[in-house]
């Protein structure tokens, strides 16, 4: 944790030297009082002060012998990627395949391939689930959910 | 005289047949959600808020609300029969819980979980009803520096008293204020941190955030080490419900203490449910005559904190509709709702929207008495719900949240917003950042600079208005000593670590 909590800090502290910059850089008040950057220039100051505070803890403390490992394990990591391969997969083209078709291999494609469920099931929840989202938001609430050329 | 008569017009909107069936709905899903470990009540409440985004603004609270309240009903479900907790402030019930069901009495435990919540729940609507207006009326005479503190104060004691490290509760409630400030700036109409994106000249939408800090990094979390649940047989039949007259007679006194205790703590901005069932657990165990006995199976370690907790999420109301201060994350998700509804909550919403406050004050009672008849017969159902796997609920959770996230604005780059947070979401918790102080920020974070600027241009600049109006001063003061008391409390340690090792 020590190690990661000095990693942290110098990731925010990059983060809030970014924030301060950009906020200097803003135009004063026209008028009586603070302008548009004041806020995020002393939130920025502020998060610098703590992510400095953390760093130095992390410096302070005893090394501890790591209760927890911060890693997950290999198989852990390869599911996180997976989930985030096919949720950004998802978003890139769905506008393109439409909602009833993303949503359905979304579904498909995480309770088959992530979590290996039978076939059998995989489908049954893909195509209940994504029927069901569109029943829900494009008749009962009437969001116009995305189509492809097809127009579904 | 005044409050029965608003009283009145409160049920006569929550008794409306749409309202009725929304609250319905409410509960409902908030049991569930109480139920299945993996999401919690701050989840379902930013699922539901674009689910919800059609209906007009009394009947969505109604319906979030009932999630909210509902949650601390169904959370205990799960804590008692497979050791669990359904949501975090369920956590203590699982100490005697569990061992009560393996000692075959899972029936009286979920009996009392479930009568223990409907009592702490009504006194806790109960107490919202008396303290509420005579409040709002306070606060009417609130000015700009007023409003600045109050809000800087909530801010504070909500990072300085969530997870384990105030330090990094702090940061993440400043993150929050930082992310607020993205968008058209609403005085000087200046652009900031939008990068020259149309979609960001509104702000980060709060929901994308929301969902992605919570439901999908929670998912995430959930992924990498996956749950294993041992579920108990239990005897779920209705006449097995119902704790006998011996349960009773201990367990009375530890629900009104545990109801008025969890109320006054739900009022208070930053300690939310969970704190709330931890405080009256001790408690009771202190005021126990048989205080060994307590982590064994003990009925009243459950009726106190599953009182408590109830009372908590009402307490929790009292600031959010009265000063438009949530107290915790699930009632900042519901302050960022109220909002995108067009509602400031705060004094002035009972003079103008008294409809909404009492109607959604009233569907309190009325959700309060669902849930107690949704807990109590159908507990068994709510038990089966628990069979269905993690890894079926997971892809319906994404989904759910993609797709809601989109239908706010009809826009693809929300569900970035979703992702992109979703896996800052994860981060922050596998490095012990509590995620909801950076929601609160996000929210409160235009009300402080609003009120922050407009009081510095009434002075001039000159800070020093925050002190000389006697309110704004004390609570400047409160918000400014929690925001340093982790600093007070590290230099007292050292103290204390060095007298020790001067005597020793």
Redesign the interface.
Same mark, same amino acid.
């Given at each position: 944790m020590r190690r990661a909590d000095q990693v942290t800090g110098v990731v925010v502290l990059l983060f809030s030297v970014f924030v301060m910059v950009g906020a200097w850089r803003m135009p004063p008040s026209a008028t009586f009082g603070p302008g548009a950057g004041f806020l995020p220039f002393w939130c920025g100051a502020l998060l610098a002060l703590l992510s400095f505070l953390l760093i130095l803890s992390g410096v302070r403390r005893p090394l501890v012998a790591a209760a927890k490992t911060l890693f997950p394990s290999e198989r852990g990591l390869l599911t996180l990627a997976a989930v985030v391969v096919g949720l950004t997969a998802y978003i890139l083209t769905l506008e393109t395949l439409g909602f009833l078709v993303g949503t359905g291999l979304l579904t498909a494609y995480l309770l088959g391939v992530v979590e290996k469920e039978k076939w059998t099931t995989t489908i049954l929840v893909a195509v209940l689930n994504s029927a069901g989202l569109y029943v829900v938001f494009q008749v009962l609430l009437g969001v116009n959910l995305p189509t492809n050329r097809f127009g579904f | 005289m005044d409050i029965f008569h608003n009283l009145l017009l409160g049920f006569h909107v929550a008794l409306s047949p749409q309202n009725l069936l929304f609250c319905f709905i409410g509960v409902t899903l908030g049991t569930l959600i109480g139920v299945l470990p993996g999401i919690g009540p701050v989840t379902g409440v930013a699922i539901l808020i674009p689910?919800t985004?059609?209906l007009s603004a009394t009947t969505a609270i109604i319906t979030m609300a009932g999630v909210y309240y509902g949650a601390m009903y169904g959370g205990s479900t799960t804590s008692i029969l497979i050791n669990v907790p359904g949501e975090s402030a369920s956590v203590v019930t699982c100490l005697d819980g569990y061992q009560m069901a393996r000692k075959g009495r899972a029936g009286p435990a979920l009996g009392m979980a479930a009568l223990a919540s409907f009592i702490a729940g009504t006194f806790a609507t109960l107490a919202l009803n008396l303290i509420a207006p005579p409040l709002a009326d306070v606060a009417l005479s609130f000015g700009p520096p007023e409003y600045f503190a109050l809000t800087f104060m909530g801010l504070t004691l909500v990072t300085s008293l969530s997870g384990d490290s105030m330090?990094?509760g702090?940061?993440s409630g400043?993150?929050g204020?930082?992310l607020a400030?993205v968008g058209i700036?609403a005085?000087?109409g200046?652009e900031?941190?939008t990068f020259g994106n149309v979609f960001l000249l509104d702000g980060l939408g709060f929901i994308g955030v929301a969902v992605g800090l919570f439901a999908i990094a929670e998912?995430?979390i959930n992924?990498?080490?996956p749950m294993e649940q041992v579920f108990m047989k239990a005897d779920l039949k209705l006449r097995s419900l119902f704790p006998n007259l011996q349960d009773w007679k201990v367990s009375l006194g530890p629900i009104g203490r545990s109801s008025v205790i969890g109320f006054i703590i739900g009022v208070l901005p930053g300690a939310g449910a969970t704190i709330a069932s931890f405080v009256t657990y001790a408690t009771e165990k202190r005021l126990s005559k048989h205080p060994e006995k307590f982590g064994t199976g003990v009925i009243e370690g459950v009726a106190a904190p599953e009182a408590a907790n109830n009372a908590a999420a009402g307490g929790a109301m009292v600031p959010l509709l009265t000063l438009g201060i949530p107290g915790s994350g699930t009632t900042a998700v519901l302050l960022g709702a109220l909002l995108i509804h067009g509602l400031r909550p705060g004094p002035l919403l009972f003079k103008t929207n008294p409809d909404f406050v009492w109607g959604v004050i009233a569907s309190m009672y009325i959700g309060n008495v669902m849930l107690l008849v949704l807990n109590l017969p159908l507990v068994a159902m709510w038990a089966s719900m628990l069979r269905v796997p993690y890894?079926?609920l997971?892809?319906?959770i994404? +989904?759910?949240s993609?797709?809601g996230v989109?239908?706010t604005d009809?826009n693809?780059f929300d569900?970035?917003i979703m992702?992109g947070f979703?896996?800052i979401g994860?981060l922050m918790r596998?490095?012990?950042f509590p995620a909801a102080p950076a929601v609160l920020g996000l929210v409160l974070?235009p009300l402080?600079?609003r009120s922050?600027?407009?009081s510095? +241009?009434i002075s001039?600049?000159d800070l020093s208005i925050f002190f000389t109006r006697p309110i704004s001063g004390v609570l400047t003061v409160a918000a400014l000593l929690s925001l340093f008391a982790p600093l007070f409390r590290t230099a007292w340690e050292a103290r204390k670590r060095r007298l020790a090792s001067t005597k020793g």
């Open positions: - | 689910i985004f059609g330090l990094k702090i940061m400043v993150f204020v930082i400030c700036d005085v000087s200046e900031r941190f998912v995430l992924l990498e080490d890894r079926i997971m892809p319906l994404v +989904t759910i993609a797709v989109f239908a009809n693809v569900m970035w992702f979703g896996i994860y596998k490095l012990d974070g402080v600079e922050l600027r407009q510095l +241009t001039h600049g």
